[in-house]
């Protein structure tokens, strides 16, 4: 799928000049020389122990202490050239909010951050930073070692929030235009907050009963608290959004309902719910989840907590997940959490091809999570109640480069061999959500099944219905659906006032 | 939240639930589910939709106790509210003007075939309804299915009826009689089972609609996937309505049982906790 590449506003510079250029920031650039502030190193994001979090889902990282923060902060040269901003898909400025962290103007550096992110504690804990902002930050290219701008989002965000001295903009007078959001994931709530600042009417109907999208439903705990996903959306609730829970668009009401019911703008963001299977014998066994289906299970229906919770997950003694991206690391990590004594990656290509966050990994091995590297299933074997009780697996050597640039993995013949499990957890990808494509046919549908937009400005083919997020990219980050997100918002703001 | 306007027992352990639910009301088709949860802590769990009021703007169902999340249903009242109550989910039956068929119904069914026995008597079709109840004192909603259809037959073991056979028996037999272009079946998957394997001698064609454990309902999570034709489907979003000939009913059998002991464990753990401290 097509990718685009940030291009920062003549708008953007221009503020970043301006900033660049205050007596604040040119007094703070001389206390301290460049070759000092190279000198510093890193800062290190405190975390539990590996053999107490291991047990339970409170959150793995610790978040940086104040006095930590600031000395990062100091880190970051404030370049008259930050390359940084490019490499985050919102465009934060990151100079200016990391320089106010090294003033101790913590508050308003969270305030700097909601300019043009909308979840920034949120995004500092789950964006895979080390590929976009601290990819390309200047101070990585002159020691290897970026700025940690992801952790230092997190702290500013963090003690904003823990200080509950959350900034509520004002809001301008309502525009009278009524906005539909079709889905509470990241895409759909940057929408609805970029919207809502600007006086429109917005409400968002999500399917589910919580608001959040893989956020809630998908990322554990141990990862990102519900607390922090909670305080967002009460945020947007401050700001005048309306959430409409249990509302399956498509189904309670099509696209062309709520267009009779008056609303003018549409946000499709319904993320790509559709989970993939490996389609090889015996995977309707019991005990054999999707992702999806087993995280939901714990995350959203609080599974680990039963039978005080009523939905029941099975624990699993001897699990393999199949699969190499942040899913399998999360659903491996949650295996461990609920007692299983394998916990197991099972990957068909080798460690530098798993798209998973290197975090992500690093915190798996210390968990105790093993890894099968160039293996990969053939069957699932089951017991005479139909529950798995082995998978056969093949192994794999490393071919030619594939279409992705990766290398493609063959498989070896006569390899096969058994692997004992009693819980499979199938991990390799999902697709586009088809339902709003399939109720609504007039919308353009690509190949993969996602929505097809216009990547200036993710219009659709239909007149004021927008997309973004996994609906049209596939399974993809955050970042990225909150960097549709805004350019969409932008365009839709621009529709509402035209057609207005 | 969704508020509760009448929760009833219609015959011990079924029960009718009826919901303010406006926007749904309007768009209710015959054989969609709704999905809810009973409360804060409890399990999305579907339900048939049984009725609906576009002007009352109501939505019911009937269900029966069985676990945990059904015996929190069945000691809600009017008023209550369920914190989920998600729908009209699933295709919709097939209505077309088939000729004449035969609409088989048993337990929580009985309420889940109405509309569809509605529906297909106002496409034009004749409509038998064969209604498979244990004991006379289990009939519930003999009215109203009688009004829509050509002939009602009931199957049973109580010695009320003349009749003491298991469904499939009744149903070979109306099958030797008449001529039927199509079966549509809803109950236990059991029930279904068994009416799927007596029409298929004949091959006619038979709807059921599949039961299988759900989470959430909307195509996301695949928990509720079942074999047709050899084929992997989800039954939340390509049926709950397949062709009964084509369904691996063992896999559905096995599959349906899989959280049977966690299930026992809430139901105690749930008793235990709510129901003996009051
Ligand atoms: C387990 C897991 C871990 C991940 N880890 C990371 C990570 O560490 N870092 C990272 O950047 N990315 C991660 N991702 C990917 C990231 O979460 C997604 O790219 C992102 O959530 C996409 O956002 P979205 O808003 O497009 O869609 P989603 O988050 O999928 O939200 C879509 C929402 O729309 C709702 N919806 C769907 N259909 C309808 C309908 N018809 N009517 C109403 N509502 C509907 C859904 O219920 C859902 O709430 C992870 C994904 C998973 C599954
Ligand atoms: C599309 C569909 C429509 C249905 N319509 C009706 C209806 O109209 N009336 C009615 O009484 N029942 C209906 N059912 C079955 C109903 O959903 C289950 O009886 C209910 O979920 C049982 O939950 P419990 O906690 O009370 O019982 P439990 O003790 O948890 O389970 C009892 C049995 O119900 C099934 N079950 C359990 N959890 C689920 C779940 N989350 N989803 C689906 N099945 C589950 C299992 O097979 C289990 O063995 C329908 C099921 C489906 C899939
Ligand atoms: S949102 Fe993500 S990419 Fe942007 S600055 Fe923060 S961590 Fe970096
Ligand atoms: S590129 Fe790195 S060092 Fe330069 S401003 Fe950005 S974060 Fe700071
Ligand atoms: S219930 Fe989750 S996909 Fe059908």
Redesign the pocket.
Known sequence: MADKKTELSPELKARQKAGFIEEWRKEMRKAIPVKERMKMPRQKMPEREADERNKDFEEVNLGLKAKEAVIEAKRCLDCANPQCVAGCPVGIDIPTFIKLIEAGKFSESARKLKETNSLPSI?G????QETQCEEVCNLKKATGVPVAIGNLERFASDVERMEGDVFIPKIPPSTGHKVAI?????????VAGELAKKGHQITV????H???????????EF??PKKILDAEIDYLRKLGVEFRMN??????ATLDDLKQEGYEAFFV?????LPNFMRIPGENLIGIYS??EY?TRVNLMRAYDFPKYDTPVFPGHRVAVLGG???A???VRTAKRLGAELAAIVYRRSRVEMPA?IE?VHHAEEEGIEFHFLTTPTRFIGDENHKVKAMECLRMELGEPDSSGRRRPVPIEGSEFIMEVDLVVV?IG?SP?P??GQ?TPELEIGKWGNVEVDWDTMATNMEGVYA??????G????????G??RVAAGEMHKYLNGSG | MTKIIRRERLVPNIHLLEVEAPEMARRCKPGQFVMLMPDERGERIPLTIADWDAEKGTVSSVFMAVGTSTQKLALLKAGDELPVYAGPLGKPAEIEKFGTVLCAGGCYGIGAIYPIVRALKEAGNTVYTLIDVKANFLMYWEERLKRYSDEFFVSSRDSFFDCKEYIPNVLEKVLQKSKLDRVISIGCTYLMYTCSEATRPKGIKTIVSLNPVMV?G?G?CGACRCTIEGRTKFACVDGPDFDGHAVDWDELFYRRKSYFEDEIRSMCYWEKESLLKE
């Not at chain 1, 509302?247 to 309670?252: C, E």
């Open positions: 995004c804990r789950v964006c895979p079709l889905g509470a994931g990241p895409a759909g709530l940057t109907f999500e399917a589910l919580m608001a959040g999208g893989v956020l809630v439903y998908g990322i554990p990862r990102l509302f399956v668009v498509g189904m309670t963001g319904t993320g790509a719910g992702a999806n995280l991206g942040n899913v690391m999360d659903s966050r992500e991990s999902n959500n339902l709003i109720t973004g997020g996994d609906i049209v990219r399974g993809a980050t955050v970042i990225l659906a909150m549709d997100a | 959430d909307t996301m």
